[in-house]
């Protein structure tokens, strides 16, 4: 059985991802055989045998001991294969002490031991590079996972390179025991690994228009990729231009458009996949671009990551689209802001007062706090279509690298919804936290001349007041999360596990099972 994928985004991106298999015995034609390696105190030890038993396990074990294998979390060795194993090596990467979930810890509801695997995945994907055709054993413990972790693994960027260098791995198969494999039950294998591949697909649509340069993604080739990649998914999609936004009262997205010579754009985009009585969700991801902070422009070292200031809006396209791929039961709809933000003669200025979608006039006090000023009309308008859940994310502040580093998003919102969204994305293994809306801060957004200001007069909980701000568009009884993914959406650091530099899909997965939980249980 093939869990390979079609690309869902063939008018839009390539997707270099690798061929899946869930099988039970080992391809002749496979190179390499990927294991795990346990760490322990009286060394190290195979996490599962699969084709491997008794003096072949022993024979492979110390193979990888005489190079220094010890299972380490995240090492990786190559060694070659005994012959009768029918590859010519071996890769282990190490789990560290990963062991089964206990039912004395809540491993299992934080999703830890498969976050393990799908890093593992990712690191040996990362040093496939170059080999055709690879099986693991690391699926015995999780099919998904580890579709995941080598889908996303082997990911790369190379549109703009000359010379691309070596190819990441064409096809890896996923062993998987044989009962398992004809189980035909939820658990079955396959279906695992073909969800894992739709995800992962979807994860890297994302990375692929966050790591696209602004001079090749500007608002309106975004809308016309977003509306490509949508209609080619079945979704209904339309797109509001410069005149459209003026006509609609979009004062947001054209304050924050209005420096730069290229307009912005809204798109909406809808999955109806609803029954009578299910809830309907709204999604809103912030698009900015490029973001120089306006005329109030940001110091210019490390100005080009502001490529990134649209991984919101990836998301939110890449969720939709994978919505609809897989049925969700559920009426979905994006609305997606897009602009750039760029100091010009035309462009707003820090004193100037705009309009909102819903009618809020708001004082301009900063002009790089622009992403609340587009998501407030992108919300105002969601609300309008009387959604039961919104979810809306964005790279939105620096503030929340400083609270919580580059790797876990801020979750904020209504307090159930908030919790619920935080725990399934610590699950998924994307890291979300929950944070308070503290109220002592929201009178510091009150202006002189307008009903709100964009930023408050402080630096204290920059993060929490941008929730604040976004919290005035959202309608009553609207169950709401808001993710600030200003970190973690876009990886300025070196490659890890399954993440490379660049865009990171976050919060893709996260948003698409909060979809499917609400799906199953309302």
């Known amino acids: 059985m093939s869990a390979s994928h079609t690309d869902p985004a063939s008018p839009t991106f390539p997707v270099p991802t690798p061929r899946l298999a869930a099988v039970t015995a080992v391809d002749p034609a496979a190179e390499v055989l990927v294991v795990g390696l346990l760490q322990g105190e009286q060394g190290p030890s195979l996490a599962d045998l699969g084709p491997l038993s008794g003096e072949l396990a022993a024979d492979v074990l110390a193979r990888l001991e005489s190079v220094g294998a010890d299972g380490a979390d995240g090492t990786v060795h190559r060694v070659p294969a005994?012959?009768?194993?029918?590859?010519?090596?071996?890769?282990?990467?190490?789990?560290?002490?990963?062991?089964?979930?206990?039912?004395?810890?809540?491993?299992?509801?934080?999703?830890?031991?498969?976050?393990?695997?799908?890093?593992?995945?990712?690191?040996?994907?990362?040093?496939?590079t170059g080999v055709e055709h690879a099986v693991t054993t690391l699926s015995l413990r999780a099919a998904g996972p580890t579709a995941e972790g080598f889908v996303l693994g082997a990911y790369r960027y190379d549109e703009f390179k000359s010379e691309p260098g070596p190819a990441p791995v064409a096809r890896v198969d996923l062993l998987v025991p044989d009962a398992a494999a004809e189980s035909g039950d939820g658990a079955d294998p396959v279906a695992q690994v073909e969800h894992a591949a739709a995800v992962a697909a979807a994860v890297v649509i994302a990375r692929n228009f966050v790591n696209t340069p602004p001079s090749h993604l500007y608002p309106a080739e975004f809308a016309d990729r977003a509306r490509a990649v949508g209609t080619a998914t079945g979704l209904d999609v339309e797109v509001l231009d410069e005149d459209d936004l003026a006509e609609g009262g979009y004062g947001g997205i054209l304050g924050v458009g209005k420096g730069s010579s290229r307009p912005p754009r809204l798109v909406r985009m809808a999955h109806r996949g609803g029954t009578d009585g299910a809830p309907g969700v709204a999604l809103v991801g912030k698009g900015v671009t490029f973001d120089s902070g306006g005329i109030s422009i940001k110091p210019a070292a490390g100005m080009e990551n502001m490529t990134s200031d649209m991984g919101g809006a990836a998301a939110v396209v890449a969720t939709v689209v994978l919505a609809a791929q897989l049925g969700i039961p559920l009426d979905v709809t994006a609305y997606v802001p897009m602009a750039e933000n760029l100091p010009s003669a035309t462009a707003q200025r820090p004193g100037d007062v705009l309009t909102q979608y819903d009618g809020t006039t708001v004082e301009v006090i900063n002009t790089d706090a622009e992403g609340r000023l587009i998501l407030a009309d992108a919300i105002a308008r969601a609300c309008e279509d009387s959604p039961a859940y919104l979810i809306d994310t964005a790279t939105l502040t620096g503030a929340q690298m400083v609270a919580l580093g580059s790797r876990t998003p801020g979750v904020m919102g209504t307090d159930d919804f908030r919790d619920r969204v935080a725990r399934i994305s610590r699950t998924v293994g994307e890291n979300g936290w929950p944070m308070p809306l503290s109220g002592e801060l929201r009178a510091d957004l009150d202006s002189k001349v307008a009903d709100l200001a964009n930023v408050t007069n402080h630096r204290w909980g920059g993060m929490l007041v941008a929730g604040l701000f976004l919290r005035e568009f959202v309608a009553d009884g609207v169950q709401w999360a808001h993710l600030d993914v200003a970190g973690p959406a876009y990886n300025t650091g070196g490659a890890f596990g399954y993440t490379g530099k660049g865009g990171t899909g976050v919060p893709v997965r996260t948003m698409i099972a909060v979809l499917e939980d609400i799906a199953a249980n309302g």
């Open 82 to 128: 005994p012959q009768e194993l029918g590859v010519s090596s071996v890769l282990a990467v190490g789990l560290g002490g990963v062991s089964e979930p206990s039912v004395d810890t809540d491993d299992a509801a934080t999703g830890e031991p498969e976050e393990r695997l799908r890093q593992a995945a990712g690191t040996a994907a990362r040093a496939l």
